[in-house]
């Protein structure tokens, strides 16, 4: 079991920056991707990136990449997500979730989910 908890979300005006934390309990022996979700009102939850369990490998999203840089500090059992030059589009909900497997882009391929962090641009 992995025990996950968002934090760093908050308002911010367009053109900000945030850096959300994901913080990992139980079994944290760093063998599982983390990937990143976000879900507006109204819409589907949405991939924005994942990192590999060492840190070595990353992906994006198109509508985040060049934006938006993923990391982890697997002594600090966390991965962070740091977004700059956010848009009122970012506005959503932010989740970040585990997997075992290889299928980073898919929601069904994530085991363990935090609550979620709401970040608000405003224009």
């Known amino acids: 079991q992995v025990q996950l908890v968002e934090s760093g979300g908050g308002l911010v005006q367009a053109g900000g920056s945030l850096r959300l934390s994901c913080a990992a309990s139980?079994?944290?022996?760093?063998?599982?991707?983390v990937g990143w979700f976000r879900q507006a009102p109204g819409k589907e939850r949405e991939f924005i990136s994942a990192i590999s369990g060492r840190g070595r490998s990353t992906y994006y999203a198109d509508s985040v990449k060049g934006r938006f840089t993923l990391s982890r500090d697997n002594a600090k059992n966390t991965v962070y997500l740091q977004m700059n030059n956010l848009k009122p589009e970012d506005t959503a909900v932010y989740y970040c979730?585990?997997?075992?497997?290889?299928?980073?882009?898919?929601?069904?391929?994530?085991?363990?989910w935090g609550q979620g962090t709401q970040v608000t641009v405003s224009s």
């Open positions: 139980g079994r944290t022996d760093s063998s599982y991707a």
């Open positions: 979730a585990a997997t075992y497997g290889s299928h980073w882009l898919e929601t069904t391929e994530y085991d363990y």
